[in-house]
């Protein structure tokens, strides 16, 4: 009977360990989504997409910059609607449809006049202090953060934006920790037990912009490897898919890092 009730108990508490906190494998679409190879994304092992390159402009528009050879920057939001048409809003829902491994799709913003806009000439919200970010957040939207320098600042606007929230309901619910690059020293360890929140560190795949910063697939694994045999890490990313296509990479090999390491 006891050997049967451990069992059980062990067995919810792998469960609710599983489904609280899913190990994160990411990475970086740098390409123009509407080019790359998206079925490749959504089936080799990634659980989480990030759109870069979509930026605020000077008159509170939306642009979703291609970084593509051959595409265009896209103006996506106008006056509070989304313009960016039917194929784009297809092509990121898809993401999440059919035969996906994929339950998170984020978009990496810069943070370019934001504060302008926030300030002048109407304020989105003048009732409080940090007043955008809550507002979104109960949207029911979360917010990661992608550093690799200046720690305690970071510490400190992840501990105010979190602060009084459970876990479970944090506002700021991811950190991605750039280890390649300016970031090349960062030990993920350190940053997980200065922010207290789990880290997901990102590596370059090989790209010939600074081949001294990419790691091939092997390579890759048995950094992750190592650093979340030292401290337990939230997961593992990459930079980036347009580096995958362009150097003929392997989506599969590098998904499959992630899902060994951080299953
Ligand atoms: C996209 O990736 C899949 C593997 O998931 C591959 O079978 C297919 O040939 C690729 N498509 C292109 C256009 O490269
Ligand atoms: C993501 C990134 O920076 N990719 C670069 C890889 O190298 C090529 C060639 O130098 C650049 O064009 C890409 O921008």
Request: glycine fraction near 12%; aromatic fraction near 12%.
């Amino acid at each position: 009977m006891l050997p049967r009730l451990i069992a059980r108990v062990l067995f919810l508490e792998l469960y609710i360990q599983y489904a609280c906190a899913q190990s994160i494998r990411s990475i970086f679409l740098f390409k123009d989504v509407m080019k790359s190879n998206t079925t490749a994304l959504k089936t080799s092992g990634f659980n989480t997409l990030i759109m870069f390159g979509v930026g605020i402009l000077d008159n509170g528009d939306i642009k979703y910059y291609s970084n593509t050879p051959g595409s265009e920057d896209v103006v996506i939001a106008s006056g509070g609607e989304y313009v960016g048409g039917d194929a784009l809003a297809e092509k990121v829902r898809s993401f999440k449809e059919g035969e996906t491994g994929v339950d998170r799709l984020e978009i990496s913003m810069n943070s370019q006049h934001v504060q302008d806009l926030m300030t002048s000439p109407v304020p989105l919200s003048s009732t409080c202090h940090g007043g955008l970010w809550k507002d979104v957040g109960e949207m029911g939207y979360k917010y990661t953060i992608a550093p690799y320098t200046n720690g305690n600042f970071w510490v400190s606007v992840t501990s105010q934006l979190n602060s009084g929230l459970q876990e479970a309901d944090f506002l700021v619910d991811r950190v991605y920790l750039q280890c390649y690059d300016g970031g090349a020293n960062n030990d993920p360890g350190n940053w997980q037990s200065g922010l207290g929140i789990k880290v997901v560190p990102l590596l370059w795949v090989v790209n010939d912009s600074k081949p001294v910063y990419g790691v091939t697939a092997s390579q890759a694994q048995s950094r992750f490897a190592g650093w979340h045999q030292r401290s337990p890490l939230g997961g593992g990313g990459y930079w980036n898919d347009y580096d995958i296509e362009k150097m003929g990479l392997s989506y599969a090999d590098y998904g499959k890092v992630l899902t060994t390491v951080f299953p």
